[in-house]
Structures are given as structure tokens and as C-alpha cells.
């Protein structure tokens, strides 16, 4: 009809639609994941075998088992910086009980306890007694090291049963998928759901957006808090054992610097450092980024100085890159609607010229 004027904005496109699919972080991460393997391959022709796909998903399995529950406290707005000596304080229990004579069935179930009154630990003095859970896990890291130290000191037990050791570096029959790959896929699928299909995941993305505005709407915000982190004391004891398994010894200083790996990881799978805003397969799109470029760097006889470059680049650009990309799209949310500054960022000049 003639006069009529056309208001339908970009984003209702299919344009629109599309563009903001490219922009989701997953998309990116899948793009940066494509052009590692890329790059992998010029810098090595043993890059693209499947012995060493399964090589590199073996080496980086106990860091993504322990980013799983990890996702979830840092959604929270929180964070857990004890797993790796929780992983450690899990091999060396496991090794002592081993050596005294229990039953490897029994001494599993003993170490799983440990790690859930570990997190148990961490999450009441940051639920019940308002600490910070960057002072607290960082003091818990050095508590469950210092136990790993003294309930096995500076040995290691290494005669561990083959069905117990086949765990950790034996695949799958008839495959060359590693058996904690399996775990890792098995625990990001029960999270990703609960995440993202059931109320427990709305609870969560509540609580790490508005504590108070959760806790007003009826959720228990002191109980969600406890039980993410007892959940990640469990599934880092579960990689200390698994780790145990695949270097068929038990050690105090087992996982000693994962926990670096573990947050890089999540913080490169979009997760919102502030809290309130991640995806569990967006971290296991991170989780594969990191084995293939540190595998990538290996082969190429990289250093392990430059590796460590490598990966802490990767964690500041998975923080600095969000926060400027959401910056950026405020800014322009902000000009589409005709939004003027704030008062007090314009010369009262300028401020008269505005307003006539």
C-alpha cells in the first residue's frame, strides 16, 4: 500500500537472525576450534592421526571433569580454586588406603566422601558465614595440599590393580575414545540438562544475576550454594582418582597447577565472570580449543614456558573479549534507541544544546 512506511529493523530479518548466530561465543569458539586443527596440521603431519586425537583427549579429561561443576559456581557468581588440591588430597588418600590393605571398591567410595565434605566445607563458609569464596577456596587449597602431605608425604604407590589402571588410559573396546571421555560426556550431558532444561539451572542463572532478587522470589540461595560446591569437591575427588588411574601412581602433589587450566577453560567458554550467564557447551567447545592448542604447541616442540604464555593469553582475551563485545553492544542498543549520554558526561554547554 502506497505511504506505507517500512519499519521492520535488521534484527527481524533472517539477516539479522543469522548475524546474531555468528556472534553467539559458541560460533566463534567453533570457528577458532576449526582453525587450530588447521594450524595443527601444518605444524605437525602426526597432528591428524587418530592416535593422537585420542592422545590429547586423554591428556586434558580430569581438567574437564572438574570445569563441569566448575561452570556451574562460576554462573553462580562465585568460584572454587581448591579443586586441584582436592584432586591431589584424592590420589594420596586413595594411595594410602591401597597400601594399608582396603579394598580399592571401598577406598573409592571413602575418597568420594572426603571430596564431598571438602566442598561441604567451602560452601558453608561462603553460604553460611557471607566469605568470600576467592579467600576461602584459596585457603582450602593449601589446607588440602598440606592433608595430601601428610597422609602420604613425599612417596608414591604405584602398584595398583590393571582393572583399576585400565580406567585412566584404556578406551573404549573397539574404539580409540579414552574411558574419562566417556565420563567427561556423560557428566556434561546430566549438567548441561539440568542447566539449561530443569528449574535447578533457572535458580542458578537467578542467583548469579541478583541474589537478593532470587532469595526474595522464594529460591534458597544458602542451599544452591552448598550443594555446587560439595558437587565440585565430589567430581574433584572423581578426577584425582581417574588421574591416579591413568598415571598408575598415587601422589600428594597429583593435579598440582590444573586449577589454572580449569578456570581458563571456563571463563573461554563465554561463562560470565560476574556470574549470571554461561553455557556448558560452550565450555566443552573451550575444553577442546585448549587440548588441541596445547597438543598442537607439543608436536611443534614448544616449550612449556611458551605453552604457559599461551594458555594465560587465552585467559585474559576469554575476560577482556566478552566484556568489551557487551560494552560495545550497549553502546549501540543505547544509539538505536536515540539515548542520550548521562547528564553528567557532557560540558553543561553542550548539555544546553542537547536539550533545545
Do not use: C
Not at 590393571?162 to 566417556?182: D, K, M, Q, R, Y
Amino acid at each position: 500500500m502506497s505511504g506505507t512506511t517500512d519499519t521492520t529493523t535488521p534484527s527481524d530479518t533472517g539477516l539479522g537472525r543469522w548475524t546474531r548466530l555468528l556472534a553467539r561465543w559458541e560460533v566463534l569458539l567453533l570457528g577458532a576450534l576449526l582453525g587450530l586443527i588447521v594450524l595443527g596440521n601444518a605444524l605437525s603431519p602426526f597432528f591428524l592421526t587418530p592416535g593422537n586425537f585420542s592422545n590429547l583427549l586423554a591428556a586434558l579429561m580430569e581438567v574437564a571433569i572438574m570445569a563441569m561443576p566448575m561452570t556451574l559456581i562460576v554462573i553462580l557468581a562465585e568460584i572454587d580454586l581448591s579443586v586441584e588440591s582436592m584432586a591431589g588430597l584424592s590420589s594420596a588418600l586413595l594411595g594410602f588406603l591401597w597400601a594399608a590393605g582396603v579394598p580399592l571398591p571401598v577406598g573409592i567410595v571413602l575418597v568420594l566422601l572426603v571430596g564431598l565434605l571438602g566442598g561441604v566445607l567451602n560452601g558453608t563458609l561462603v553460604a553460611r558465614f557471607g566469605l568470600p569464596s576467592l579467600v576461602v577456596t584459596l585457603g582450602t587449597l593449601a589446607l588440602f595440599r598440606g592433608l595430601a602431605l601428610i597422609v602420604l608425604g613425599p612417596r608414591g604407590v604405584s602398584d595398583f590393580p590393571e582393572e583399576f589402571t585400565t580406567l585412566g588410559f584404556g578406551h573404549v573396546p573397539g574404539t580409540l575414545i579414552p574411558w574419562p571421555s566417556v565420563v567427561f560426556l556423560g557428566l556434561a550431558l546430566v549438567l548441561g540438562i539440568v542447566l539449561h532444561r530443569t528449574w535447578i539451572g533457572r535458580q542458578i542463572y537467578a542467583i548469579g544475576k541478583n541474589p537478593g532478587a532470587a532469595r526474595y522470589a522464594g529460591v534458597r540461595v544458602a542451599r544452591v550454594r552448598i550443594a555446587l560446591f560439595a558437587l565440585s569437591g565430589v567430581i574433584a575427588s572423581l578426577a584425582g582418582i581417574i588421574l591416579t588411574s591413568r598415571l598408575s601412581s598415587a601422589r600428594a602433589d597429583a593435579g598440582q597447577g590444573m586449577t589454572l587450566t580449569v578456570v581458563t577453560v571456563v571463563f573461554l567458554g563465554g561463562v560470565n565472570i560476574f556470574g549470571g550467564s554461561g553455557t556448558i557447551p560452550g565450555v566443552v567447545l573451550a575444553v577442546l580449543t585448549v587440548a588441541v592448542m596445547q597438543n598442537a604447541l607439543r608436536l611443534a616442540n614448544v616449550t612449556v614456558e611458551v605453552q604457559s604464555i599461551a594458555l594465560g593469553s587465552l585467559l585474559i582475551l576469554s575476560v577482556v573479549i566478552p566484556n568489551a563485545a557487551h560494552q560495545s553492544k550497549s553502546a549501540i542498543d543505547r544509539a538505536r534507541r536515540g539515548r542520550h549520554p548521562p547528564a553528567d558526561s557532557i560540558p553543561s554547554g553542550e548539555q544546553a544544546q542537547a536539550d533545545t
